[in-house]
């Protein structure tokens, strides 16, 4: 009996095998270990995946897909040499080859399965994901954790890949109770970002993981083919699209753009050969180019990590460590950023492209998986933890290492980390860069390597008080938990009565400062800018942000925010520009100059059958007419570009959005938040590429749902700009609304 372990990756698949006595990569391809995520069609009508596929995919690129994980549920079809396949039917046919390689390889079937996929994934994607299963000849996963499989196939489980990653590491290195560790999962198309916590029934996330759909190592090929593309004077933009020879030449280019990303990890230059019809021509790269053209979207999935840990209500110091998981996180930029900005142990893993499959695989054999691992659970910030005690992993991946348990998961729990070398990663040295062993930790002000001392006793709504290090905790069944009355209760009131004081104390300042700020915030002019007003009204000087304000009146001069009329009224006149009114009204012209409805005009793509101006602050913001005198400050000159109300996808992903601006502007992308908090999850790729650098303005309106806009900002000089390839798609397939502004 063994279990597997699956990780179908954007641009690479991976397989491990678990059983009660080993843990070990299955070569998918030949000798190599992981494959390539490609689908091929070949003249027989047969789909063929990884080495195979990739290869014969540069000769005739018209029965080749590549990266078609990024597609899953997208109703358009991919089309290989006329005929047309789903993303789940490509990625059903290549489950179904890794599955029969690993049987061949085994002499015999696995019993249990465990698929992993992005946590930034929501319930469509996950959905979508569940039936690929299905498509390969193999039972659907299953939706109950206690759900036991039929007698027809393997049990197939589905998990997070920043959980697999983590058990795989916590194999290793174990995490002592209720330890919190960060995962930063950089992979081949997305990133994920994710805190999980060893908890009572192992790892848990906390807070909701944050990532961005359209963003990685594929993102980073295709920076590469854009520069080499400028240094030969566009010359590959330039190729005829209906010559037959124009593919192979675009896949050779990419395939030695990848080659040279990777090259550059450990080299200062690499060298990219393109095969021109007339020529053939070489252009090289040097790491410091390849840096600078990658460290927005870099720095993005930074903001992106810290986010994630406010959303867990956690904070730097509260981590243990943070965890480097995927191919693109070995670029050395990604370490040092994350090095220089978060200043916390950073464990690199010597292997970031097998640890997901190999945790995944670790959790097939765990005795959890007969009756259904269960899904990690999103904790709230700030939940008590649930556990005293744990042992660190369900499953040791290296024989003889005392610091883990033993493959049945009898052993007892650390209260520290092992001193013991281990081959999970190196850990770097916030301060000095230094590596070291994983089971080590390093002073961060001399930058030594020491024996990591015992964790701290912590108290509070997050930890709760742990027994000494030293000593050895009575363990029991086959997870090697300790049964919750070994939990003192005297230490569970404690928590109870310090997190009560806590409330009480947060409860008092929030309502002092509150009543600080009405006491003396009345009557004190502001210079803050000015929020919507739907409706008309004269304006009196009150440098304040105005919010609605349900029924006529007349405002009087206050320094705290009013809210937007819905119906006629007069307001107090304020020298700051306001947002578009609905119905016609009166106001104070702004002394900055404002781009006018020609000044930004919006180019229909082929595929987009409605392109329509509207406005910010109104109710309807497809049926009203567009108004453009004046918004937040400092933005002017609003465009609104709704999708089309029967559908949001758009049928072909190569589709943009086009602006002609006048002069010299910055132009702001900002993104309608409505019923999804998580819009930023969504953040397309080709936001980061061209520069646009979120702001901490947020425009809200008088919608009933609550809507607003999460805003994005980027200097450009007049011209022509281009908002994607695939930005509508991103944007469109998702539900929200794009709004366009831009300032001279």
């Given amino acids: 009996m063994y279990g597997v372990g699956i990780d179908l990756g954007t641009s690479f698949t991976a397989a491990a095998t678990a059983s009660a006595w080993a843990l070990d990569m299955v070569p998918l391809a030949g000798q190599a270990i992981i494959n390539p995520s490609v689908a091929y069609l070949d003249e027989k009508g047969a ?26 549920g997208d109703p358009t079809p991919v089309i290989l040499d006329g005929a047309p396949y789903s993303p789940t039917a490509l990625m059903a046919a290549l489950l179904r080859s890794v599955v029969d390689t690993v049987s061949e390889a085994r002499g015999g079937p696995p019993d249990r399965i465990v698929l992993t996929h992005p946590a930034v994934w929501g319930p469509y994607r996950r959905e979508q994901f569940a039936a690929i299963p299905h498509l390969a000849g193999l039972p659907r996963p299953q939706a109950e954790p206690g759900s036991v499989a039929g007698s027809d196939g393997p049990t197939v489980v589905t998990i997070t890949e920043p959980v697999a990653a983590a058990t795989y590491y916590c194999s290793t290195q174990p995490l002592p109770p209720d330890g919190l560790l960060a995962v930063y999962d950089l992979g081949g198309g997305t990133f994920d970002s994710a805190v999980v916590r060893n908890g009572r029934d192992g790892l848990e996330i906390i807070g909701t993981p944050e ?54 990890s450990t080299r200062e230059k690499a060298e990219i050969t393109v095969p021109l019809p007339d020529a053939v021509r070489h252009v090289t790269v040097t790491r410091e180019t390849f840096e600078q053209m990658i460290t927005p979207p870099v720095e993005t999935t930074i903001e992106t990590f810290r986010r994630t840990l406010t959303a867990a209500g956690i904070t730097l110091q509260d981590l243990t460590a943070v965890l480097l998981v995927g191919g693109s996180s070995q670029i050395p930029l990604v370490t040092q950023l994350l090095r220089d900005t978060l200043r916390r142990p950073i464990m690199i893993n010597t292997h970031p492209k097998h640890a997901v499959a190999l945790g995944a695989a670790m959790l097939s054999a765990d005795a959890r998986a007969e009756r259904g691992i269960p899904a990690p659970r999103r904790l709230k910030p700030g939940a008590p933890a649930t556990t005293a005690a744990r042992t660190g992993a369900p499953l040791t991946a290296a024989d003889g290492d005392s610091g883990a348990p033993s493959a049945t998961g009898a052993g007892t729990a650390a209260g520290a980390y092992t001193a013991a070398a281990v081959d ?57 938990r300790t049964p919750r009355a070994a939990v003192p209760p005297p230490a569970r009131r404690r928590w109870s009565r310090l997190a009560i004081a806590r409330v009480v104390v947060a409860l008092v300042v929030v309502f002092g400062l509150l009543g600080i700020g009405i006491v003396f915030g009345n009557g004190a002019p502001s210079d803050r800018p ?62 900055r100059p404002m781009l006018k409805l020609e000044d930004v005009q919006v180019h229909k793509p082929s595929k987009l059958t409605t392109v329509r101006p ?86 809200p309106t008088n919608d009933k749902d609550q809507r607003h806009f999460v805003v994005f900002a980027k200097k450009v000089p007049a011209g022509r700009v281009t908002l994607g390839p695939n930005a509508a798609t991103t944007v469109y397939s998702t539900g929200y609304i794009t709004l366009v502004t831009a300032r001279g």
Wanted: net charge negative; proline share 11%; aromatic share 4%.
């Fill in 47 to 72: 789909l063929l995946t990884g080495e195979a596929a990739d290869r014969l995919g540069l000769q005739d690129p018209s029965r080749a897909a590549r990266e078609f994980k990024r597609r899953l």
């Fill in 211 to 264: 990532g961005i759909e359209w963003l990685g190592g594929a993102d980073f090929d295709q920076a590469i083919v854009d520069h080499v593309d400028r240094q030969l004077g566009g010359a590959i933009t330039a190729l005829d699209p209906t010559d037959p020879g124009t593919a192979s030449i675009l896949a050779t280019v990419h395939r030695d753009c990848m080659l040279a990303k990777e090259a550059l």
């Fill in 424 to 480: 999970a990663g190196t850990a770097v040295d916030a301060d000095a860069g230094t590596a070291v062993d994983a089971g080590t930790a390093v002073d961060a002000g001399a930058g030594t390597a020491v024996d990591a001392p015992a964790p701290k006793t912590r108290r509070g709504a997050k930890h709760r008080a742990q027994p000494p290090a030293t000593s050895v905790r009575p363990v029991s069944g086959p997870a090697g």
């Fill in 530 to 591: 000015q929020m919507s007003n739907a409706t008309s009204g004269t304006d009196v000087p009150d440098g304040r942000p105005q919010t609605p304000n349900a029924t006529p009146g007349t405002n009087a001069p206050s320094g705290r925010p009013q809210t937007p009329s819905a119906t006629p009224g007069t307001n107090t006149p304020s020298g700051r520009p306001q947002t578009p009114s609905a119905t016609p009204g009166t106001n104070t012209p702004s002394k």
């Fill in 614 to 699: 509207a406005v910010v602050g109104t109710k309807h913001f497809v049926d009203r007419p567009p108004v453009f005198t004046s918004v937040p400050d400092p933005l002017t000159g609003a465009v609104l570009i709704p999708g089309a109300s029967d559908d949001k996808r758009l049928t072909s992903p190569a589709d943009y959005l086009v602006f002609d601006v006048a002069r010299d502007a910055t132009v702001y992308a900002a993104f309608d938040r409505r019923g999804a908090p998580e819009v930023d999850n969504w953040w397309p790729a080709w936001l980061n590429q061209q520069g646009f650098k979120r702001t901490d303005m947020i425009i």
